[in-house]
C-alpha cells in the first residue's frame, strides 16, 4: 500500500494495534528471509510442493511472486509477464484442468479509487526445481466492481463453488464481491456484490486487509490491521452467507502493518506475516 505520510501512518497504526491487539504467542515464530521480499501482501500454501508457501510484494515491485519455507526462507522467485499495478493477495485453488492446482494473483490494489478494472494473474501451479528464478506464463482475467472502483486487498478462491472472492477494504460496512473461476479471459467480468459485512473498530485499523479460504472450503479467514476472524462453513452454505454470522476472533501476535494470512494446505493452522524486511511471520492453530 502507498499513500501520503506512509511512514507516519505505519507508527501510528503500529503504535495502536501494540496497545488494542489480543496478544497470545505463536506456535512457532520466524521472518522473511531474503532483502527483496519487504512488501508482503499475500500468503498462500502450496498443494503440490510440501512446506511451501506462496508470497508477493505489493506496488512498486516488478511482477513476480516468491515461494518460501514455513522458516521464511526463499526457495524460488517466479517472475511473469505482466503490467502488475498493486497485487494485494495471492491465493492457490482449483483451475480449468480437473485435478491440477493454480496460483491466483490478485493485482486489486487501488488506493484512489481510480481503476476501470482490476485483473487477476492465473498460473498452473509451479513444481520447486531450483533456487533461481523461473519464468511463467500468465493468463489475465480484467474484472470490474458492479458499483464503482474501490480499493481491496483480499483475493480468496472458493474450491467448491468454484468463485473468486474479493473483499472490500476501507468502507465501514466492506462490500464481498464474487465471479465465477471459468468466466472468459476475453471480456472484461462484472463482479457480483454478495453482501456487505460491519467490523467494529477505528477506520483504519478494522481495515481488512487479507483473508483465505481452507483448501476443502470448509473455513474462512479474514484479517484487519487489529484483528483476525474466523468462520466454519455449513455443508452446501455459500461462503458469502456463512461470513454474515459472528465470527469468532483469533487471539494473535501484534504486527506493524499485518497484510497477509492464509491457511496450511492441510487447513490444521494458518500464517501470518506483514510488511517491511525481514517481518516476522507466526504460525497459529486454527480453532477445533
Given at each position: 500500500?502507498?499513500i501520503?505520510?506512509?511512514y507516519?501512518?505505519?507508527?501510528?497504526v503500529?503504535a495502536?494495534?501494540?496497545?488494542?491487539?489480543r496478544?497470545?504467542?505463536?506456535q512457532n515464530?520466524n521472518?522473511l528471509q531474503?532483502?527483496?521480499?519487504?512488501?508482503?501482501?499475500?500468503i498462500?500454501?502450496?498443494?503440490?510442493?510440501?512446506?511451501t508457501?506462496?508470497v508477493?510484494?505489493d506496488?512498486g515491485?516488478?511482477?513476480?511472486f516468491?515461494a518460501?519455507?514455513?522458516?521464511?526462507q526463499l526457495?524460488?522467485?517466479f517472475?511473469?509477464?505482466?503490467?502488475a499495478?498493486d497485487?494485494e493477495?495471492?491465493a492457490?485453488?482449483?483451475?480449468p484442468v480437473k485435478g491440477?492446482?493454480?496460483?491466483?494473483?490478485?493485482?486489486?490494489g487501488?488506493?484512489?479509487h481510480?481503476?476501470?478494472?482490476?485483473?487477476?494473474?492465473?498460473?498452473?501451479e509451479?513444481?520447486i526445481t531450483s533456487t533461481?528464478?523461473?519464468?511463467?506464463?500468465?493468463?489475465?482475467?480484467?474484472?470490474?466492481?458492479?458499483?464503482?472502483?474501490r480499493?481491496?486487498e483480499?483475493?480468496m478462491?472458493?474450491?467448491?463453488?468454484?468463485?473468486?472472492?474479493?473483499v472490500?477494504?476501507r468502507?465501514?460496512s466492506?462490500?464481498?464481491?464474487?465471479?465465477?473461476?471459468n468466466?472468459?479471459f476475453?471480456?472484461?467480468?462484472s463482479?457480483?456484490?454478495?453482501c456487505?459485512l460491519?467490523f467494529k473498530g477505528l477506520?483504519?485499523l478494522k481495515?481488512i486487509t487479507?483473508?483465505?479460504i481452507?483448501?476443502?472450503g470448509k473455513?474462512?479467514?479474514l484479517?484487519?490491521y487489529?484483528?483476525?476472524?474466523?468462520?466454519?462453513?455449513?455443508p452446501g452454505e455459500p461462503?458469502w452467507k456463512a461470513?454474515q454470522?459472528k465470527?469468532?476472533e483469533?487471539?494473535?501476535?501484534?504486527?506493524?502493518q499485518g497484510e497477509?494470512?492464509?491457511f496450511?494446505?492441510d487447513g490444521?493452522?494458518?500464517y501470518t506475516?506483514s510488511?517491511?524486511?525481514?517481518a516476522p511471520?507466526?504460525?497459529?492453530?486454527?480453532?477445533?
Open positions: 500500500m502507498k501520503k505520510h506512509r507516519l501512518y505505519m507508527l501510528i503500529g495502536v494495534i501494540l496497545i488494542t491487539v496478544m497470545v504467542s505463536a515464530q521472518t531474503d532483502a527483496e521480499m519487504k512488501e508482503t501482501s499475500g498462500a500454501a502450496s498443494r503440490i510442493n510440501k512446506n508457501f506462496y508477493h510484494n506496488s515491485d516488478t511482477s513476480r516468491f518460501i519455507n514455513p522458516n521464511g526457495k524460488e522467485t517472475e511473469f509477464k505482466g503490467d499495478i497485487c493477495d495471492i492457490v485453488g482449483p483451475g491440477k492446482s493454480y496460483v491466483y494473483l490478485g493485482d486489486i487501488d488506493n484512489h481510480e481503476r476501470r478494472t482490476i485483473e487477476i494473474y492465473r498460473f498452473p509451479p513444481e533461481q528464478t523461473a519464468h511463467l506464463q500468465a493468463n489475465t482475467y480484467y474484472l470490474k466492481y458492479p458499483d464503482g472502483p480499493d481491496a483480499t483475493l478462491i472458493d474450491p467448491v463453488d468454484k468463485l473468486f472472492y474479493i472490500s477494504k468502507e465501514d466492506v462490500g464481498v464481491y464474487t465471479a465465477p473461476l468466466a472468459s476475453t471480456d472484461t467480468i463482479l457480483k456484490l454478495q456487505k460491519h477506520p483504519l481495515w487479507a483473508g483465505d481452507s483448501a476443502d473455513q474462512i479467514l484479517r484487519s487489529q484483528d483476525i476472524y474466523y468462520w466454519k462453513r455449513k461462503v461470513m454470522a465470527p469468532q483469533l487471539k494473535h501476535n501484534a504486527e506493524k497477509a494470512i492464509g496450511t494446505a490444521k493452522g494458518f506475516t510488511e517491511g524486511k525481514n511471520i507466526y504460525f497459529y492453530q486454527t480453532p477445533k
